[in-house]
């Protein structure tokens, strides 16, 4: 898989070149931070087909929170026959950390936070109903902690996936988030 540094795909639109940049965040960590001219297309919402259909050959820049979903992302994308698919390194923490241009939105709850508060409360209310209401309950906590081994394992969250899908993670269509050109 070909990777590409913040900087050197900053270059490039710096020097005139029709860059297309999907970002595979969910579209309230879209909302929250993002490339000026990334287009959202979500991870669990990607057809790769869809994305690939007519595509002359020019690179596909895909980027997410730090490259993980992105990673997945072109992978699906690669899968499709289109090799020329490229994960910007380190995503979107890394371009804003090196100071290139962001759009900055309305603040939210990241994901991985709201996977950290989920997965504790589910297994503390295991451990107190394990403990003040039956054995049985300790499954709870097993499960989860099953689940986030599983998670570790295969860089893929189901929780995550999950909350994503939550009516509070989750923002109107814009105008924005339809297809966005470069522009520079």
């Not at 900053?10 to 309230?28: A, K, M, W, Y």
């Not at 869809?50 to 050959?57: E, F, L, P, T, W």
């Not at 924005?176 to 470069?182: D, G, R, V």
Request: aromatic share 6%.
């Amino acid at each position: 898989m070909q990777t590409i540094s913040p900087k050197e795909l900053h270059e490039l639109v710096q020097s005139g070149n029709q860059i297309e940049l999907i970002d595979v965040r969910t579209p309230v960590e879209y909302r929250e931070l993002h490339v000026s001219f990334a287009r959202n297309v979500p991870l669990d919402q990607l057809k790769a087909a869809d994305i690939v259909a007519g595509r002359n050959g020019n690179p596909l820049y895909v980027i997410c929170k730090s490259g993980g979903r992105g990673k997945q992302a072109c992978e699906k994308i690669a899968a499709t026959g289109f090799g020329n698919v490229v994960n910007v390194e380190g995503g979107t923490q890394a371009w804003d950390q090196a100071g290139l241009p962001v759009v900055r939105g309305k603040k939210a709850m990241s994901l991985e936070r709201q996977v950290r508060i989920a997965a504790g409360s589910l297994v503390l209310t295991g451990a107190v109903l394990g403990f003040f209401v039956h054995l049985y309950f300790i499954g709870l906590s097993a499960f989860v902690g099953a689940g986030l081994i599983f998670a570790g394992v295969t860089d893929t969250c189901g929780m995550g996936m999950l909350l994503a899908r939550m009516p509070w993670n989750q923002v109107a269509a814009t105008p924005s988030n339809s297809k966005a050109q470069c522009a520079t």
